[in-house]
């Protein structure tokens, strides 16, 4: 290697580093922006359902509000042990502020969401983008009479979620410079090797940065799960205090125990609380406690507020479960697992291009080969990065125009109806020109696809970028797979077209993955202007990759000879049953219950748009485990009838899985089992089908008629009809389930008919 193939391999494997760790930083900054709040949210009801529960003892005995006495005798100890604590407010039910502790100018916000799960809701909060306020109905024995506010302001929360923030930038730039110079270093040395050392080293190197962002999060987790606790323990000590400093002994007091109890009562997530005198408890939540010497947890947080006096040692105890911490960081842990994953991908492909460039002229075709990878992964990438979110905001925007929930489906439609009509005209075209030029328009109609939601989230605008993004698509796929066997070696045409396959799996991981963490940072037209700028960076990236091919010797397929070979093609009772029953429908599943139904159903069922997407992202990767080993093992043993017949059993199964879902209310762990084994089991599936039914059309009459590569690329354009039908399928069932998992069920058992359909001996006929 030269040195100048030496740097251009560490700079590419830098940026991919730097850009996969700004990522991984980014994302856990917002991880870290997203739950600190929440944790500030509970420590807030925390402290107001003091207040409150005071306040409903006077109200419930028929008092007014406006004459309760000794509000700020109750919400001033509160708001002085906590400087983030604003203010704390009673408001009657017009909205009039009756009381107010703290800065009076906080307004009263409208709550943007609520908690507790019932009706009436426990609390609301709301967030103007300067203020987080909860707010606590207040009510008689027969209605609610006003609220109590607890309000902080956001820049009190910022800082502390921007404190890590600059160490973690560096520590991202640290690595990724050190893995650019580790490739540079390796590149000339390690080559060949039988073990992947640049792989080693990236993902040690994305362990280590990954480990600093849960480290960070971690601590801010746990400093926001504490600050409940201290404000319980500060907030009891406040009421102690007094009663102290009359020279009253808390032996003098009745009902500390009754008090404890409450404070467990209202805040179910404190493990233990207790008040010691002198090394010995005194009152405990749990009273086998008392006269025992405080002893500290190691699996909980304490927090201790001592209370001197010349007398004793009084001290206020709350212990909070480290569960809590942990569990807010094994969400943040899988959302790093899928990003892991996604950049993991990008990088291989990078590094491919990498070494494709210190390839020799001699070696002009792997190294075209190579170079052109990435292309299509990218662009299934851009389609991806709404997959996540796309169905519920195309049915919020249909409903906008009162069509429906259904008319969500026709947005879909028009991408599968519009990617389907431009295959065959495209295909005679690039049979002509050759797939430059088609792999670049096809970039360019996705950026712009991408760059209309970026402008309006109409459904007509949604409809119309739908529809230019399936346009843009097709001339990508044929384009894609004229260039890949255009530059495949003699005797490799299969593993070429391997490219394909990778490439739409690999992009479909990548991009739900990464689509479905941004968008809760960056909202939706924020993840739809990245995808428009990665795909202008595509086309150019394309124009400059995609070699010119050479004037064509010899008549070029046609339009019109395209079209007359499809009668000639469904003659073949094979090519047939190979189509309706096993090749669309598995297009019409992919596309009506993985892209479509999926995230309509775990939507409503609550999920996180990140949790949506990773489930989507275990489809494509059973796709990718699967895949290969079905195709080797047809190729070995050519019984391609019986592997569909497999796939489409494992298929029918997969969706019942996930249809169970609907028959009853499972638990929590058992709906994600279901759900998530359901959609891998799927993908294993569908890798059992791809591969192995071209195989199966190979045999057929249509293949004996056109030749074998023309049966192929028939199949594969007709098939696309399971495309265009699936989102209409998938609409309709989930209408008539009431938008439950029943619909699955059902979408199973039709694949089970086509698969039994698909078993009846065919008749010996003449093709």
């Known amino acids: 290697m030269t040195l100048r193939d030496r740097l251009r391999h560490g700079l590419i494997m830098l940026a991919v580093a730097a850009v996969s760790f700004t990522l991984l930083v980014y994302v856990g900054w917002g991880e870290g922006k997203r739950t600190y709040p929440r944790f500030q949210v509970e420590k807030m009801v925390a402290q107001g359902e003091l207040v409150q529960a005071a306040l409903e003892t006077y109200l419930r005995a028929g008092l007014p509000l406006a004459q309760f006495p000794g509000f700020r005798s109750i919400a001033e100890p509160i708001r002085q042990s906590d400087p983030t604590i604003a203010a704390i407010a009673a408001r009657d039910r017009s909205g009039h502020t009756v009381f107010m502790a703290g800065d009076t100018s906080v307004p009263q916000l409208p709550a943007a969401s609520h908690a507790g799960g019932t009706a009436p809701a426990r609390y609301t909060v709301g967030d103007d983008g300067m203020w987080l306020q909860v707010a606590l109905p207040l009510r008689n024995r027969f209605e609610a009479v006003g609220e109590l506010t607890v309000t ?60 600093g962002v849960v480290a960070s999060l971690l601590s801010l987790y746990a400093d926001g799960a504490q600050s409940k606790a201290k404000a319980l323990a500060d907030s009891l000590a406040e009421r102690i205090r007094p009663v102290v400093a009359y020279g009253l002994t808390l032996q003098d007091l009745e009902g500390l125990d009754r008090m404890l109890a409450g404070y467990r009562q209202l805040n179910p997530d404190i493990q233990a609380v207790g008040i010691t005198q002198n090394g010995r408890i005194l009152v405990h939540s749990d009273p086998a406690q008392v006269g025992r010497g405080w002893t500290s947890d190691a699996s909980a947080y304490d927090y201790v507020v001592p209370i001197p006096t010349a007398a004793s040692d009084i ?106 009509l431009v295959l065959l005209p495209v295909s005679a075209w690039v049979d002509r020109e050759g797939p430059r030029r088609a792999v670049i328009f096809g970039a360019v109609l996705v950026a712009l696809a991408s760059l209309i939601p970026v402008m309006t989230l109409d459904f007509g605008a949604l409809l119309l970028s739908r529809t230019l993004a399936g346009l843009g698509q097709g001339l990508l796929f044929i384009g894609m797979q004229a260039a890949v066997l255009a530059h495949a070696p003699a005797g490799q045409r299969t593993q070429a077209a391997a490219i394909i396959v990778f490439g739409f799996n690999g992009g479909m991981i990548a991009g739900a993955a990464i689509g479905s963490l941004l968008v809760q940072d960056v909202a939706a037209i924020g993840v739809f202007a990245i995808g428009a700028v990665t795909a202008l960076l595509l086309a150019a990236y394309a124009a400059w990759a995609i070699a010119v091919p050479p004037a064509r010797s010899g008549a070029a397929m046609t339009f019109g000879r395209m079209l007359r070979d499809i009668p000639r093609a469904f ?9 309706l029953l096993i090749g669309a429908p598995a297009k019409a599943v992919l596309t009506g219950a993985v892209g479509f139904g ?12 990140e949790d949506i997407g990773q489930v989507i992202m275990l489809y494509a990767a059973g796709v990718l485990l699967s895949g290969g080993a079905a195709a080797r093992f047809v190729d070995r043993s050519q019984r391609s009838s019986a592997t569909l017949a497999l796939g489409g059993l494992v298929s029918a199964f997969a969706l019942a899985c996930i249809g169970l879902t609907g028959l009853w209310t499972p638990s929590p762990i058992l709906q994600v089992l279901l759900v998530a084994g359901g959609t891998l089991l799927l993908g294993l599936a569908h890798g059992c089908i ?23 690329a028939l199949y594969r354009v007709v098939e696309r009809a399971g495309h265009v039908l699936g989102p209409l399928l998938a609409g309709q069932l989930l209408l008539l389930s009431g938008g439950s998992a029943l619909a699955f069920l059902w979408i199973g058992a039709g694949l089970l008919v086509c698969l039994l359909l698909f078993l009846l001996p065919m008749p010996k006929v003449r093709s």
């Open 152 to 211: 902080m302001p956001r820049p009190a929360i910022a800082r502390v979620t921007d404190a890590h923030l600059p160490a973690l930038a560096a520590l991202a730039a640290g690595m990724a410079l050190l893995f650019g110079i580790f490739s540079l270093w390796a590149a000339p040395r390690l080559r060949g090797h039988r073990i992947p050392w640049i792989g080693i080293g990236y993902t040690a190197v994305f362990a280590l940065v990954a480990a």
């Open 315 to 420: 001290r206020i105890a709350v212990a909070l479960p480290a569960g809590v911490v942990w569990r807010a960081v094994a969400n943040s842990v899988k959302n790093f697992a899928a990003l892991f994953v996604a950049t993991a991908l990008i990088a291989a492909l990078f590094l491919g291009v990498a070494r494709a460039l210190e390839s020799k002229a001699t070696e002009r075709k792997p190294h075209q080969l190579a170079l052109i990878r990435p292309i299509f992964f990218i662009a299934i990438f851009c389609e991806y990065l709404s997959a996540g979110f796309l169905p519920q905001l195309l049915r919020g925007a249909a409903m906008q125009w009162d069509l429906g929930q259904g008319a969500a489906s026709l947005a879909f439609t028009a991408y599968f109806v519009a990617f389907l």
């Open 571 to 579: 003659a073949s009772l094979g090519f047939l049953r190979a189509l």
């Open 598 to 609: 999926l995230p309509l159903l775990l939507g409503g069922l609550g999920w996180a748009p």
């Open 690 to 712: 791809n591969a192995p039914v071209i195989t199966y059309i190979a045999g057929t009459g249509a293949a004996a008629t056109l030749g074998a590569n023309g049966a192929t």
